[in-house]
């Protein structure tokens, strides 16, 4: 049964940064298109970042754009967010999910499983 476990979060000043990782048990990483995902308080889960099943296409929500990055080690099954120049508004739960449809989403209903997530807090 696949399982993701994510991990590297934290809290962190406006400005700072953090490396968030994602491992995956079960098929490799390699096999699926992924995605980070984060749900703020009182807020949807919201998509972030993803690439695609070979991994030669990545793509990103706007309000993220430019300051994360996503990435992946086949050989240790792992997914990684790489998040620079965070604001306050990063603030949320972070998930990872492997896509579940064949072809190019941003939606949660279209991936999973979901994983227990990892708190990012940025502070002002």
């Known amino acids: 049964q696949v399982q993701l476990v994510e991990s590297g979060g934290g809290l962190v000043q406006a400005g700072g940064s953090l490396k968030l990782s994602c491992a995956y048990s079960g098929r490799t990483s390699g096999d699926y298109a992924m995605g980070w995902f984060r749900r703020a308080p009182g807020k949807e889960r919201e998509f972030v970042a993803g690439?695609?099943?070979?991994?030669?296409?990545?793509y990103y929500a706007d309000s993220v754009k430019d300051r994360f990055t996503i990435s992946r080690d086949n050989a240790k099954n792992t997914v990684y967010l790489q998040m620079n120049s965070l604001k306050p508004e990063d603030t949320a739960v972070y998930y990872c999910?492997?896509?579940?449809?064949?072809?190019?989403?941003?939606?949660?209903?279209?991936?999973?499983?979901w994983g227990q997530g990892t708190q990012v807090t940025v502070s002002s």
């Open positions: 690439f695609s099943r070979t991994a030669d296409t990545t």
């Open positions: 999910a492997r896509r579940t449809v064949p072809y190019y989403s941003i939606l949660p209903t279209n991936f999973g499983p």
